[in-house]
C-alpha cells in the first residue's frame, strides 16, 4: 500500500537575491556601453547614476568606486529598459534611437528626458512602461 505524502503548497514569498557588488560592476560596465549606443553625455550618465560627474568619470576611467543600494537599483532598471528595447525592436539601432524620441505616453517627452528627473523612480517609470508594452512574454 502506497503512503501519500503530504505536498506543501502553500506560496512562497518571493526574496530575490541581492545584487553582488561583482554583479554591479558588470552592470556599470554594461551601463558605459549602453550610454555610449545612446549618446549621451558624462553629465546626463552622471544624473542617470545619481553620481556626482567626477565620481562618474573616474569610475568610467577605471576605478569603480563602492556601489550602493540605489546605485544598484538604478543600474538594474537601466539594465532592464535595455533587455525590453531590445525585445521590442528588431533592429537594435532602432531601441537606441527610441530613448530621445517624444512619447505621448510621456506628455511628448523622451524616455531619456523623463530619466533625466534623476530620481529612481524616473527610471521605473520608463521601465514599467516598457515591460508593459513588450508584455510578459
Known amino acids: ?37 545612446w549618446d ?14 567626477r565620481t562618474y568619470r573616474r569610475w568610467k576611467a577605471g576605478d569603480i568606486g563602492r556601489i550602493d543600494r540605489d546605485s544598484k537599483a538604478r543600474l538594474s532598471n537601466l539594465m532592464g529598459i535595455h533587455k525590453a528595447l531590445r525585445i521590442i525592436f528588431r533592429e537594435p539601432q532602432r531601441g537606441y534611437a527610441w530613448i530621445k524620441k517624444p512619447n505621448s505616453a510621456f506628455a511628448n517627452r523622451s524616455a531619456l528626458e523623463v ?23
Do not use: Q
Request: charged fraction near 30%; avoid cysteine.
Open 1 to 37: 500500500m502506497a503512503v501519500l505524502l503530504p505536498v506543501d503548497t502553500a506560496p512562497k514569498d518571493f526574496r530575490p537575491s541581492p545584487i553582488t557588488d561583482d554583479e554591479a560592476a558588470a552592470m556599470f560596465r554594461a551601463a558605459l556601453n549602453l550610454f555610449r549606443l
Open 40 to 53: 549621451i553625455n558624462d553629465e546626463e550618465a552622471a544624473t542617470l547614476l545619481d553620481l556626482p560627474v
Open 115 to 137: 530619466m533625466l528627473g534623476g530620481e529612481l523612480t524616473d527610471l521605473m517609470r520608463v521601465r514599467r512602461y516598457l515591460d508593459a508594452e513588450r508584455g510578459t512574454w
